[in-house]
């Protein structure tokens, strides 16, 4: 009765994620469309890609890699007539309202620039920023300082001939080992994304055997709370597609933040995790 005392005791404990801003949950309706248009049709795609930049990290929204040519992804989206003048990017909404919009250009050829660094890459590689709302109305080059402004569909098509003209004959970095943020969403529109320090957890089967679940195997969880056991049911899916069911008490994850800061989260305090 103790132990279970000291179980909730420390889950009651635990810190909440920080508050989901508006803004990011708006984004990831658009990011997520474009992660199932792009799964369609590329066997490795990568969410929430990672580079070291100074004391902090960069991040893009996806990293395709396809006859071994990598192509990092930044997903906008904007609503409105998306143009450019006098190099400046800008918005004219529906309800007539002007508004001068930061260039993903020079973010997405600096994350290329980090990434082939990084990786010490000696092959090519490209950057897409892909418009995702259907109502978007792009007034732009396709074409801008190296980096495509494209459509969905057009983005597709982009990528499967610009991968067919580069091809390589080996990958720069195998899929597991390319840092990537994971994101983890809780009850309460609370919000945190970072790198996975743990490179293990342990939870246990309904009977109560200790399993050892490996965090670079994981795709998915969904944890569904039972209070009164002080304990959770976690729907894990992993990479490979397969799936099971485990339980966890006190599981906590360490996460570096893309700020250079590290956080602790409780795994009872998330809802969803996506990997």
Not at 21 to 39: K, M, N, T, V
Not at 162 to 183: G, S, V, W, Y
Not at 205 to 226: C, E, M, N, P, W
Not at 239 to 251: A, D, I, K, M, W
Request: aromatic content about 10%; hydrophobic content about 40%.
């Amino acid at each position: 009765m103790s132990q279970y005392i000291k179980t909730v005791w420390n889950r009651m404990r635990a810190e909440h994620l920080p508050p989901l801003e508006e803004i990011e949950s708006f984004g990831a309706d658009g990011e997520e469309a474009i992660y199932r248009l792009l799964c369609k049709h590329f066997e490795c795609v990568i969410r929430n890609v990672v580079v070291p930049h100074k004391k902090l990290y960069l991040e893009k929204d996806f990293l395709v890699i396809h006859k071994n040519v990598p192509f990092v992804i930044e997903v906008k989206n904007w609503k409105g007539e998306i143009g450019c003048k006098n190099g400046e990017f800008y918005q004219n909404k529906e309800n007539g309202v002007h508004k001068t919009l930061k260039s993903p250009v020079g973010t997405t050829r600096q994350f290329v620039e980090k990434m082939r660094a990084f990786y010490k890459m000696d092959t090519p590689a490209c950057g897409v920023v892909i418009f995702a709302e259907p109502d978007c109305r792009v007034t732009l080059p396709e074409e801008m300082d190296g980096i495509a402004l494209l459509t969905p569909k057009k983005a597709i098509a982009y990528i499967k001939n610009r991968a067919n003209a580069l091809e390589q004959k080996k990958l720069f970095a195998e899929p597991e080992k390319i840092l990537h943020c994971t994101r983890f969403y809780s009850r309460n529109s609370e919000f945190c994304k970072g790198m996975v320090a743990d490179c293990f957890f342990d939870c246990e089967t309904k009977d109560g055997a200790i399993v050892r679940v490996d965090t670079t195997s994981l795709a998915y969880i969904s944890v569904h709370s039972q209070p009164l056991r002080a304990r959770d049911k976690l729907f894990v899916t992993f990479l490979n597609g397969e799936s099971n069911v485990f339980y966890n008490r006190e599981t906590v994850f360490d996460v570096v933040c893309l700020d250079g800061t590290c956080q602790k989260i409780a795994l009872h305090r998330v809802r969803h995790i996506v990997f």
